[in-house]
């Protein structure tokens, strides 16, 4: 029963982001495809949405009913069922993508059918002074997060006599120890220098949203740039609350090999942490949308202006991944959903892929 609650509060609210993305997409884009904003509006485009929510939703309850049947017959010791977990949601992700590219598919047909959707003016607007504002957070407070690994590697070396020789690393469902390393500086200041890494990998993400792509919809220039900056600072301050919270709450398993802490209880912390994220995260779509799409500005309208941002559909392979050369932007705002991406055309993209993977790999590996 614990299982099934632990896996309902983190996937639930995993279903209900899945099921409602074309909700908070901008109203200039959707299913991936590029389109005037008062055609957002229009039934058939209304329709659309709907039956991917349904859909999205029926595959979701299905995937946890399935979940929640098979839960009592779970065991850390058998493999077996960890692997049938794993297909269970590996075959959620692949039928809700598959569902994705029918849509896709549906609006890539409808903008053929019409036409006028792509006769206006199209432009390309730009704001020169839109980075002289304040568009995140400082990256200064992630000294926070730096701070509490630096306190945490300082204790673990002042205590290093007294941790037994073999201590425990991992633990069960109840809290009792199943996974046990020996005593070595690397073993021993492994949590605190994952507290680095986790910080600086916040860091970055606050860096991305600050200097991401400027996406300004050319019929109403001057209410997107406010919407904009409003969505990066909301996400900004989003970012630190959570990344600074969560490495907090990673100091618990190291501060429990020298001092009496419960570690079913720091397990049930983060687990929380985790869900409240998650939770955190949906309400911040809602209320912000892509670009800041449903931030309410005084002065917005909608309709026809005779613009139109500039279609650059060829640029999105399937609508979700951006490959174009002549762009020297790395970052930019995703097609299909809340958030960013990359520029997979841009050899930077790799490099910072290749570099965040890599060294979340090799960590673990290098310090034992």
Same mark, same amino acid.
């Given at each position: 029963?614990? =299982?099934?609650?632990?896996?309902? @509060?983190?996937?639930?609210?995993?279903?209900?982001?899945?099921?409602?993305?074309?909700?908070?997409?901008?109203?200039?884009?959707?299913?991936? +495809?590029?389109?005037?904003?008062?055609?957002?509006?229009?039934?058939?485009?209304?329709?659309?949405?709907?039956?991917?929510?349904?859909?999205?939703?029926?595959?979701?309850?299905? $995937?946890? +009913?399935?979940?929640?049947? =098979? &839960?009592?017959?779970?065991?850390?010791?058998?493999?077996?069922?960890?692997?049938?977990? @794993?297909?269970?949601?590996?075959?959620?992700?692949?039928?809700?993508?598959?569902?994705?590219?029918?849509?896709?598919?549906?609006?890539?047909?409808?903008?053929?059918?019409?036409?006028?959707?792509?006769?206006?003016?199209?432009?390309? $607007?730009?704001?020169?002074?839109?980075?002289?504002?304040?568009?995140?957070?400082?990256?200064?407070?992630?000294?926070?997060?730096?701070?509490?690994?630096?306190?945490?590697?300082?204790?673990?070396?002042?205590?290093?006599?007294?941790?037994?020789? #073999?201590?425990?690393?991992?633990?069960? =469902?109840?809290?009792? /120890?199943?996974?046990?390393?020996?005593?070595?500086?690397?073993?021993?200041?492994?949590?605190?220098?994952?507290?680095?890494?986790?910080?600086?990998?916040?860091?970055?993400?606050?860096?991305?949203?600050?200097?991401?792509?400027?996406?300004?919809?050319?019929?109403? *220039?001057?209410? @997107?740039?406010?919407?904009?900056?409003?969505?990066?600072?909301?996400?900004?301050?989003? &970012?630190?609350?959570?990344?600074?919270?969560?490495?907090?709450?990673?100091?618990?398993?190291?501060?429990?090999? %020298?001092?009496?802490?419960?570690? #079913?209880?720091?397990?049930?912390?983060?687990? *929380?942490? *985790?869900?409240?994220? +998650?939770?955190?995260?949906?309400?911040?779509?809602?209320?912000?949308?892509?670009?800041?799409?449903?931030?309410?500005?005084?002065?917005?309208?909608?309709?026809?202006?005779?613009?139109?941002?500039?279609?650059?559909?060829?640029?999105? #392979?399937?609508?979700?991944?951006? %490959?174009?050369?002549?762009?020297?932007?790395?970052?930019?705002? #995703?097609?299909?959903?809340?958030?960013?991406?990359?520029?997979?055309?841009? /050899? =930077?993209?790799?490099?910072?892929?290749?570099?965040?993977?890599?060294? *979340?790999?090799?960590? /673990?590996?290098?310090? $034992?």
């Amino acid at each position: 029963m614990t =299982l099934s609650l632990i896996f309902l @509060a983190v996937l639930v609210p995993c279903f209900i982001s899945t099921m409602f993305i074309p909700y908070w997409t901008r109203k200039t884009e959707s299913f991936g +495809v590029a389109i005037p904003e008062e055609a957002y509006r229009q039934e058939t485009l209304r329709n659309m949405r709907k039956k991917y929510t349904w859909l999205t939703g029926l595959l979701s309850l299905l $995937t946890a +009913v399935a979940l929640v049947i =098979l &839960m009592p017959n779970y065991h850390e010791d058998n493999p077996v069922m960890g692997i049938v977990f @794993a297909c269970i949601i590996s075959i959620y992700l692949v039928l809700s993508f598959v569902i994705y590219l029918y849509f896709h598919g549906q609006m890539k047909n409808l903008k053929i059918q019409n036409p006028d959707w792509t006769r206006k003016a199209q432009l390309v $607007t730009v704001n020169t002074g839109f980075r002289q504002g304040k568009l995140v957070y400082s990256h200064l407070w992630y000294l926070i997060g730096f701070l509490i690994a630096i306190v945490m590697i300082v204790l673990s070396l002042m205590k290093y006599d007294e941790i037994p020789e #073999k201590f425990a690393t991992h633990f069960d =469902l109840h809290g009792q /120890p199943d996974g046990w390393s020996s005593k070595s500086y690397g073993s021993v200041l492994m949590m605190p220098i994952m507290q680095v890494y986790l910080t600086a990998l916040f860091l970055f993400v606050n860096i991305i949203i600050n200097k991401a792509k400027q996406q300004i919809n050319a019929a109403n *220039a001057e209410i @997107a740039i406010q919407q904009n900056i409003i969505f990066r600072r909301r996400w900004s301050l989003f &970012m630190i609350l959570m990344g600074n919270g969560l490495v907090a709450l990673f100091s618990l398993p190291q501060l429990a090999m %020298f001092y009496n802490i419960s570690v #079913k209880w720091s397990a049930w912390a983060i687990i *929380a942490f *985790a869900a409240l994220s +998650v939770i955190g995260c949906i309400f911040l779509s809602i209320t912000t949308g892509q670009g800041g799409s449903r931030v309410s500005v005084q002065g917005s309208v909608i309709g026809s202006s005779g613009k139109l941002d500039r279609d650059d559909d060829r640029h999105w #392979k399937l609508g979700i991944f951006y %490959f174009n050369r002549n762009d020297p932007s790395i970052f930019l705002e #995703k097609r299909f959903g809340v958030g960013w991406t990359n520029n997979w055309a841009h /050899p =930077l993209s790799w490099i910072f892929l290749i570099g965040i993977v890599g060294l *979340a790999i090799l960590l /673990p590996f290098l310090l $034992t």
